[in-house]
């Protein structure tokens, strides 16, 4: 059969993807980008907040929409909203065949290949429309309440936290460019941070083996990725679970010397969990980019606390201070949450201070999310939609101005650069990336002044900035 996939959500959820499509791939079946030619169409879903929940039910009723109108004859839903909703699912559109939760992934082939019989009921947008809410989240009638996802019954159905974690023998088919790919340490999580589901919906911490990690790190490489990137919930937790001190050291110094690859790049790491033997391997080892993302939520110690973040403003600046001291060329990423409850103009503030004093290359801000099953819910959601906007904003502009001075400064550098291909908005212009950019998440580089047909996507060259608009470079290739 052809399968139909769409993933979406973090890269976390892309690998889930990824082991989907290779188990199913595995077992026989066509693997189609082409979701009108596809009979079976898979949706990968992300329920981390309010915004991520409704690009999730969009896709759902769109697939639901395909099966009804064309080829398709099953429709499955996966990932985190399937873990977090199953029931509501099923009972609100009919259309879907099956569901799996994100422990459930080797379950893909028998969902896909089941025969069984869907559920006579009315269709999708009828049901959305008996819930008050259209087939984009919209209210069905004037004065209705904006939308709530399917009501307050987590997990409904389920009876544990998933366990199941891929290994390096697990079938798994590349989504990403084929010259970098996210590989999975570990899986789960064990905070309680007041605003998160994803201990809820991923369960408890669990590492894999470094043997695992580093026998699917070379195989990867012997495929041609040169960019490795190593993802979890929090990476530096890694091997903790499994009482392996200096877990993660040891595994980047593995990884360091696997042939083929170029940079080994590390998401999501945590605050409290950086060790001085982390950040001497990353210091120490050619191939790991000198980047750390480091998502801090706030700075205000009232609002970490509200959080149940295990730090303060001035824990940070000291580690800051020891990252910048043993590292002194590193790329700084950070996150930051804006209307967490009770959050006042005062705290606000102390972030703008914090954000302006330390200097981060990177920064995102989210609007705070007020989800069911949180401890965070039991508070009042107090900061206004509006004021929240506006705060992101406000903090957005702030690192704005600094990156953009940054950038001009950075001029006439000569830089290394990893080439991703044609942009996707001018594709006669070559794409890349210097260490200190992530895919998908951080500023590019655009090559100028050269042939694009010469500068094939996985190289690395070596390059001369030589301008900046906005967050992005400009450079030129040096032969």
Known sequence: MKIGFLSLGCPKNLVDGEVMLGLAEQAGHEITTDSSSADVLVVNTCAFIDAAKQESVDAI???AQRKRDGRCTRLVVTGCLAERYRDELKKEIPEIDAVLGTGEGPEIVAAIESTAAATIAPSASEAWQAVGVGPHGTPTKEGTAPVTFFGTNLKAGATSRPTYIYDADTPRRLTTPKHFAYVKVAEGCDYTCSFCIIPTLRGAYRSRPAESIVREARALAAGGVKELILISQDTTFYGIDRGERGALARLLRELNVVDGLEWIRLLYLYPTTITSETLDAMAECDKVCKYIDLPLQHASADVLRRMRRPANRRAYEALLTRIRTRMP????????????????????????????????????????????GTRAHAYADDVTPRIKRQRRDQLMSLQRERVERLQRARVGERVTVLLDGPSPEHPLVVQGRLAGQAPEIDPVVYLTDCDSTAYPAGRLIAAEITGATGYDLAARPLL
Do not use: N
């Open 61 to 63: 009723l769109e697939m």
């Open 329 to 372: 060329a590193v790329t700084l990423r950070t996150t930051f949450i804006v209307g967490f409850p009770g959050e006042t103009e005062r705290e606000f503030d102390e972030l703008c201070g914090f954000v302006r004093e330390t200097g981060f290359d990177h920064v995102g801000v989210f609007t705070y999310s007020h989800e069911e």
